[in-house]
């Protein structure tokens, strides 16, 4: 191939907060000019983990997720929600332990390991910023108390705990007020996978103005006031509530009152007949609340849904089962998909997923780490190989691809080559039969961590038998399923001025030529032809996700047949060896009946000239008319390098016969609708989301 007095004030507060979302990246993030590799903590999240416990121990994945939903928005100065996952895990089995972490200064995963009995009873400890707080399997436990998170207070994450019986014997306790789960003034907050009950008053309460808070795979159960949003007149909240069990709660499950936007999907509300606790209602609106409900199945609830004349509420894909009363909606809402992206379970399928995956786990599984991920299929996952790389010596091997060749073909399981810092001028190849391997860098940073060689399409082969051609020129080539990096540099530094002589001038970075290939804070770099995102036959499904991360180059550098996800990244355009501003970001190649590119809340900008590149051209490899290539770009930054007609023929072949569209990008380089500019309608978007190219595949970090 070839080249926002105090409710005006948070309105307007809102406002620029929306308008900063709108892109789905931090605007600031551009102006700092950090487009070629960004800062050493990463783009959208932060670096690797540095989990290290005081006994030595690595903190495992489940620990040290990031959280979906709102949870995930970059705003406020905080990237996402991951908690302490750069800090140590420790371990902690009493009150006074788990106190001294969780009001720590430094990050810190903290592990519950067996039942704590908070004294006095109702006590709510509070958790200042950056924290994990984890229940071990299902031992974790807090038992008589809970968790106040104050106002400033971010980035934290409760996970995997049964917290209870704090109840005092009255019912509609006035007198008490000890939640599970309390949070004033708090941002980005994510509580997942918890058992909570019993309490004296609420068992989560989000309120004064806390917002970007995800509460997902939660069992509530046996309490009166379950589970409140907001009481303040500033409509501040953005919260994502997701496959929650509801079940014998009498009110607030919950009740949301003005929010800004409240997300609740695929949650199940069960009423169980005969028992002594009777719903009184189930979801509700209150005040000036923009809500969007969808795909929740409600079982033998009271009031199923109600509003207030002043809320608005958009119902969709709901299962009403035995249900009775007030079932309302009406007004209109938002598009959650503009914030981030999920995939919404059918609401039939709701009670059999949240009944087997929702509370606290054995031992969190691959499919519980997944973003609106379903729930596991078995309990407990086995544990990662890791195989150790360092250059100096230092490690089992000194290089990537003798690390890569000690992995068993046909192997099983997770294989982790972490990788330390340094440069590693090699080739790489991670053949078919060696699936469920990740290349990781073990530094602060991914630009710590390089693999890098020069070969081109033009390099003769040393043997003598012709040149690599594009494909062969690749630095590091992927042919096995399920693949993953991170945390590292790709590159491939062939020099196009030193060797003008040289036919051939295409020199990839990195080659997929797999299914299942997870891309996550990695930055591939190189001029033309950079990343190649294929499939191992032209039959053969290839899906690709990068998120996070950085590609660089000039002509065609992101090219290929492969059904690929570009999402939450950076694209940077680079000039040509002479100096010249040219090139094209994308050359898709894709077959007539799959997704080709999909490049999503991301930002596309560089140090070239003004109105100097094309979005994409149609490739139809090897001139078969039967191709239908596509690139989408939808919520993304342009820059003024993006040309006004973004899109080229190739190759005699029209971009119009073809599939290319964008669909609410901004930035200078964005363009209204035209001939010569395709925008998709919303219902069209509705249909070239994420989840439409992956079709089923939740990419997991593991």
């Known amino acids: ?33 950090a487009l070629a590799y960004g800062t050493d903590t990463g783009v959208f999240g932060p670096g690797s983990a540095r989990a290290a416990s005081a006994a030595g121990h ?11 939903g709102f949870a995930s928005v970059d705003a406020l100065g ?56 984890v229940g071990a399997g299902t031992s974790g436990q ?8 104050g106002t400033g207070v971010h980035n934290v994450i409760i ?8 109840y005092q ?68 909240t953005d919260i994502t509530v997701h496959h929650n069990w509801f079940r014998e709660t009498e009110q607030r499950n919950p009740s949301t009152d003005n929010a800004a936007h409240a997300h609740l999907y695929n949650n199940y509300l069960e009423d169980v007949p005969g028992t002594g606790i009777t719903s009184s209602y189930g979801n509700y609106a209150r005040g000036r609340t923009s809500m969007v409900l969808e795909n929740s199945y409600f079982q033998g609830v009271n009031n199923p849904v109600i509003k207030d004349a002043t809320a608005s509420l958009v119902q969709r894909g709901n299962v009403f089962s035995g249900t009775s009363g007030r079932n309302e909606s009406g007004g209109t809402a938002f598009d959650p998909a503009r914030f981030y992206a999920y995939t919404p379970d059918r609401a039939a399928d709701v009670p059999g997923l949240v009944r087997a995956g929702a509370g606290p786990r054995t031992s969190i599984g691959v499919a519980d780490d997944q973003q609106g991920g379903a729930a596991p299929k078995t309990a407990t996952t086995k544990a990662a190989t890791t195989l150790t790389v360092a250059r100096d010596g230092t490690a089992r091997y000194r290089t990537v691809q003798a690390a890569v060749d000690a992995v068993p073909a046909g192997n099983a399981s997770r294989v982790v080559i972490a990788v330390e810092p340094g440069t590693y001028r090699e080739t790489v190849k991670v053949p078919s039969d060696k699936p469920h391997v990740t290349i990781q860098g073990t530094g602060t940073s991914r630009k710590q961590t390089v693999i890098t060689y020069d070969n081109a399409a033009g390099t003769p082969k040393p043997d003598g038998s012709g040149t690599y051609g594009t494909s062969g020129s690749a630095t590091v080539a992927v042919e096995a399923d399920d693949f993953q990096a991170r945390n590292l540099t790709i590159a491939n530094d062939f020099d196009e001025a030193a060797h003008q002589s040289l036919d051939g001038h295409q020199a990839v970075a990195l080659r997929t030529a797999a299914d299942k ?60 060896w002479n100096g010249t501003s040219a090139g094209y970001v994308t050359a898709p190649s894709t077959p007539a009946d799959r997704k080709g590119f999909l490049i999503n809340r991301s930002v596309v900008d560089g140090d070239v000239a003004a109105g100097s590149f094309h979005l994409g051209r149609t490739w139809h490899a090897g001139g078969d008319a039967a191709l239908d290539p596509q690139t989408t770009v ?33 930035g200078p380089g964005a363009g209204a609708a035209g001939p010569d500019r395709p925008h998709l309608t919303d219902s069209q978007a509705a249909g070239q989301e994420i989840g439409d190219w992956l079709g089923g595949w939740v990419p997991t970090a593991s």
């Open 1 to 33: 191939m070839s080249e926002t007095p105090a409710r005006t004030r948070a309105k307007a507060r809102h406002r620029r907060r929306r308008k900063i979302l709108a892109t789905g990246v931090p605007l600031a993030l551009v102006a700092a000019g």
């Open 634 to 666: 939808r919520d993304t930054r342009l820059g003024a390098a993006i040309k006004s007609t973004p899109w080229s023929d190739m190759g005699g072949f029209s971009w119009k016969d073809d599939r290319f569209a964008e669909y609410r990008n901004s």
């Open 517 to 576: 290939v997870f891309l996550d804070g990695v930055i591939v770099t190189g001029d033309q032809d950079t990343l190649l995102l294929d499939t191992a036959a032209k039959d053969r499904l290839g899906r690709v996700y990068m998120r996070d991360s950085y590609v660089v180059g000039n002509v065609d550098f992101i090219f290929g047949r492969a059904s690929a996800v570009i999402d939450r990244s950076v694209i940077t355009l680079k000039k040509r």
């Open 169 to 236: 014997g009255v019912w509609n306790d006035k007198e008490h007020d000890f939640d599970a789960i309390q949070m004033d003034g708090a941002h980005h907050v994510w509580i997942d996978h918890n058992d909570l009950r019993h309490m004296a008053d609420g068992l989560i309460d989000v309120r004064k103005d806390s917002t970007y808070v995800t509460v997902s795979w939660n069992r509530l159960s046996d309490n009166n006031k379950t589970f409140g949003i907001g009481w303040t007149e500033n409509v501040a």
């Open 159 to 166: 996970r995997n705990l049964t917290i209870r019986d704090s």
């Open 58 to 68: 690595t903190a495992p994945a489940w620990a040290t997720a990031g959280a979906d």
């Open 78 to 133: 905080q990237r996402g929600t991951y908690g302490g996952r750069d800090g140590e895990t420790v371990t902690v089995r009493t009150q006074a332990e788990l106190e001294k972490y969780a009001t720590a200064e430094e990050p810190y995963v903290i592990v519950v390991a067996g039942t704590i009995r908070v004294a006095p009873v109702g006590k709510e400890i509070k958790v200042r910023s950056d924290k994990t707080i």
């Open 142 to 149: 807090i038992v008589g108390g809970g968790f106040f998170l």
